[in-house]
């Protein structure tokens, strides 16, 4: 199979995985935020930031070093596993460990115990790493599909009768730990590759070398990135927590159905024509001049319907969370626009130049969000927003460095797409208002409508080949 043909039924799979779990992930999230309130939410995104973290360090980079290596031995996989997993256990007791602490400095009693539990999914992780690395190396990503999808309908089946039962935050902890028991069942039934009672640290070691890097880079994004969560659980406390997560979870779920489609081809596809500087250059035009059609329309649409979008899907008791989602709707933006900038240098080889940049990025957040925080929520927001924003041009420059492509030919890619969906959203603003008084489940579809035709029109003025050729990619993808 060509590589051509290769990443477009690789997108297909990625695409399909990611909108059959987004969707079911999305219907859970839109029903639990009805059952649960936000305080719980709050409780579950200080608990996932430590979560997150561990999980981070159990998979220690190995996973991106067993995908990016041109040729892995038997010994490379068995002791990927064993580290993976015994880190993941020494993790897990940790977590046992210093739950109280945590929960103290917090102030918040009922965070313990949610760590402690949450404090299980190192170890489970461990057990399907380095199957999945396998497996995306070998794009295998209709299995993956399977896995995905499976796992989160029975764990999302799993939280929403803890849920109607009354059981507030546990419902969110309990969805969490049998989506990844139910995954790794899944995943060990489809994988060919079993992990014999091997190690060697030479092989480890081989390994280690190129994931250190990516573990740095991986650890500060993690901790960095959830700068906003941090501060804000520590000076806002969990119940604006919760409605900040509530309007993060709102935006995220448009990230994922567009980054989360193809993030996981990025870094095998790229690491296969790593030496063919034209050919990157080439996937890297191609990615920007499609995104930029999907990516600034949505991000654009989800500011403009934001009221109508968080009462017609989560309810009126979370009315806080619409000026945080109108305003993460810019990071969002910026974020899908770039997510792939740092998978392409990992793909080329330089994983250390795009740890500096990651640094750079979380410090910089860290230092924006603890200014934001005294103007509460929104000030939070707009932080997070200005620093993806600031940073996409960062990332945009250090590749242009590596790869060498004309910046401005990338950049004004960009611009029909930014006019026909400024277009766009005044027609919704003004539809908006002359619809003041009605329904949100009304105005919400009537809006997205309008948007839909309104962008469609003006991009078919202002650059119609650039329409026909995403209507064609679809259509390559269907076929």
């Known amino acids: 199979m060509s590589l051509k043909r290769t990443a477009i039924t690789s997108a297909f799979w990625a695409v399909g995985e990611s909108w059959a779990l987004r969707a079911i992930s999305a219907a859970v999230f839109l029903i639990l935020a009805r059952l649960v309130d936000p305080a719980a939410f709050g409780l579950v995104a200080l608990a996932q930031v430590y979560v997150m973290t561990v999980q981070t360090l159990s998979d220690q980079g190995l996973a ?4 990016q290596r041109e040729a892995i031995e038997p010994e490379h996989k068995d002791s990927a596993f064993w580290a993976n997993l015994v880190v993941g256990a020494l993790l897990a007791l940790a977590t046992l460990a210093i739950a109280e602490p945590l929960a103290r400095l917090y102030g918040e009693p009922r965070l313990a115990p949610v760590l402690r539990w ?11 790493i380095v199957q999945q690395a396998l497996m995306r190396r070998a794009m295998r990503w209709r299995e993956l599909a399977m896995r995905q999808v499976i796992g989160s309908f029975i764990g999302g089946a799993v939280g929403l009768a ?7 935050v546990w419902a969110l902890v309990g969805q969490a730990l049998s989506t990844q028991v139910i995954s790794n069942i899944v995943l060990w039934s489809i994988a060919d590759w079993r992990p014999r009672f091997a190690f060697s640290w030479r092989h480890f070691r081989d390994l280690f070398g190129f994931g250190l890097n990516v573990l740095a880079t991986n650890i500060i994004r993690v901790i960095g990135f959830q700068a906003d969560r941090l501060i804000m659980g520590y000076f806002l406390g969990a119940a604006d927590l919760g409605y900040y997560s509530v309007a993060q979870r709102v935006v995220g779920i448009v990230t994922d159905f567009v980054a989360g489609s193809t993030e996981r081809i990025v870094v095998p596809l790229f690491a296969r024509i790593q030496d063919d500087r034209e050919r990157v250059n080439r996937g890297l035009m191609t990615a920007q001049e499609n995104l930029s059609l999907i990516v600034i329309p949505a991000f654009v649409g989800v500011a403009a319907v934001a009221p109508a979008l968080i009462r017609a899907g989560v309810g009126p008791q979370w009315d806080p969370s619409v000026l945080p989602t109108r305003i993460l ?3 969002g933006l910026g974020f899908c626009l770039a997510f792939f900038f740092g998978h392409v240098l990992t793909a080329l080889g330089r994983p250390s130049l795009r740890l500096v940049v990651v640094t750079c990025q979380a410090l910089s957040l860290a230092v924006l969000v603890l200014a934001g925080v005294r103007f509460g929520i ?3 927001a707009g932080a997070v927003a200005v620093n993806q924003l600031l940073f996409y041009m960062v990332e945009l420059l250090v590749l242009k460095g590596v790869a060498r492509f004309p910046l401005g030919a990338y950049l004004a890619r960009a611009w029909p ?7 766009m ?5 003004l539809l908006e208002q002359a619809m003041a008084g009605e329904r949100a489940l009304i105005r919400l579809p009537a809006a997205v409508g309008l948007g839909v035709l309104v962008y469609g029109g003006a991009l078919l003025v202002i650059s119609r080949h650039r329409l026909l050729g995403l209507v064609e990619l679809l259509r390559r993808l269907r076929r």
Do not use: I, K, R
């Open 425 to 429: 959203a005044g027609a919704v603003l």
């Open 118 to 128: 949450f404090g299980l999914t190192p170890f489970l992780a461990g057990f399907s």
């Open 417 to 423: 797409p930014a006019l026909a969906a400024a277009l």
């Open 64 to 67: 991106t070093a067993l995908q």
């Open 162 to 168: 803890m849920a109607f039962g009354g059981m507030g």
């Open 378 to 380: 929104a000030g939070v």
């Open 329 to 331: 709707a810019f990071y």
